[in-house]
């Protein structure tokens, strides 16, 4: 079972910048690490993910340009640089991890994310 924990979510002015953090107590079987969003009254959304082993990078297209997805693997822990942000990027944002293998990673919280986060919220004011 691998447990993951969110953190660095807050209140931040449009056009600022925040860093949120997924740290995951086991990578060992995980094939990718999603970020994913969530606003009252709106479906799951995909921001982005990492193919853990090789590190290749996967961005929702309402994000590209803005955010940057990175990990360290030395503390199991992904990271989320969000810049440039929006009133519309206001949402509790979860990590998911996935230990199936496919080409791509799921750009919908299908079963194949076995395990998540407990999210954290961000809340861009204009």
């Known amino acids: 079972q691998v447990q993951l924990v969110e953190s660095g979510g807050g209140l931040v002015q449009a056009g600022g910048s925040l860093r949120l953090s997924c740290v995951a107590s086991d990578t060992f079987s995980i094939y990718f690490m999603s970020w994913f969003r969530q606003a009252p009254g709106k479906e799951r959304e995909f921001v982005g993910a990492?193919?853990?082993?090789?590190?290749?990078?996967y961005y929702g297209d309402s994000v590209k340009g803005r955010f940057t997805i990175s990990k360290d693997d030395t503390e199991n822990t992904m990271y989320l640089q969000m810049n440039s942000l929006r009133p519309e990027d206001t949402a509790v944002y979860y990590c998911?991890?996935?230990?199936?293998?496919?080409?791509?990673?799921?750009?919908?919280?299908?079963?194949?994310?076995?395990?998540w986060g407990q999210g954290t919220q961000v809340t861009v004011s204009s």
């Open positions: 990492i193919r853990w082993s090789r590190g290749v990078l």
């Open positions: 998911a991890a996935s230990p199936i293998w496919s080409i791509s990673p799921p750009t919908t919280p299908t079963p194949d994310y076995h395990y």
